[in-house]
């Protein structure tokens, strides 16, 4: 009988949030979107340095998004903090997928986002899928 002992890492896997290993460097965790296309991470002082974002900026930043994806195709861009869901404050891309999933079980074909964009503002609806 052969045995490996190894360490079982915790997964947190609400909807399409899946953590990454690690996360971007700053040790918290990482997370995508599939129905959007977006990777998403916690607003660190990593990430704030890297895309030059203020210390007051509070949210889920996109670290990736996918050309073709709904967010693609609506203007998301890496850098841009996600700060609502549905009107619903996030946190965390755990926080963004449950808002997610919830839309998705509620049958709507599309969910809000209030994206700010270097000081912009802005509301954005993007498609999920059904």
Same mark, same amino acid.
């Given at each position: 009988?052969k %045995? &490996?002992v190894?360490e079982?890492? !915790? ?5 399409? +949030? ?6 971007? $460097?700053?040790?918290?965790p ?5 129905e959007?296309?977006?990777q ?9 340095e890297k ?5 007051? %900026? &509070?949210?889920v930043?996109?670290? !990736?998004?996918?050309g073709?994806?709904? +967010? ?6 890496p $850098?841009d ?5 549905g ?17 998705r079980d509620?049958?709507r074909k599309? %969910? ?13 609806a ?5």
């Amino acid at each position: 009988l052969k %045995v &490996q002992v190894g360490e079982l890492v !915790e997964q947190d896997q609400v909807a399409a +949030a899946t953590p990454g290993p690690g996360g971007s $460097g700053s040790g918290a965790p990482t997370g995508s979107v599939t129905e959007l296309g977006l990777q998403l991470a916690p607003v660190s002082q990593p990430l704030r340095e890297k895309f030059g974002l203020a210390d007051d %900026v &509070q949210g889920v930043i996109v670290t !990736e998004v996918s050309g073709s994806s709904p +967010a693609g195709e609506k203007g998301i861009k890496p $850098g841009d903090i996600i700060v609502e869901v549905g009107q619903e404050e996030v946190k965390s891309p755990a926080d963004v997928a449950t808002k997610i999933k919830a839309a998705r079980d509620a049958k709507r074909k599309s %969910v809000l986002l209030l994206v700010d964009q270097k000081g912009d503002l802005r509301f954005v609806a993007v498609k999920i899928d059904g």
